[in-house]
């Protein structure tokens, strides 16, 4: 009789945990350099212009089918804000949607920001 303990099971299922284990521990390793390239610059401010502000979600296949596509939760969804800084340059930053929706493009303030994070808005 055929039992689900089998060696051929407990194989599968080893090698199965070591992928998710694998996937795990690249995904860490990412965020960790994230991190500490954010956190190993220094805090920055700059007088700010925002030139523009554009919604972008998670890439979708071209070929999924219209009725097919997943909605995005609104969390997923997260906007791309480009600042024209005095000192900086032009500076282009991810936001979450909560972050974004105080910013209007021409919109004149300072902006603070540590590696590519965003920090904060300040309206002039």
Known sequence: MFSLFSSGYQIGLCII????ICILAMRVREGLREWKKNNAAAIQQDTAVILV???TRAP????ARQESRVQLPRAAATCTVSFATERHGVLTLDLTKA???LLHENERGL???QGSRFLNWQKQ
């Open 111 to 113: 902006v603070r920001w």
């Open 17 to 20: 945990m070591i992928m998710l």
């Open 99 to 101: 972050q974004a929706h």
């Open 60 to 63: 979708e296949s071209p070929m």
């Open 53 to 55: 502000k554009e919604l």
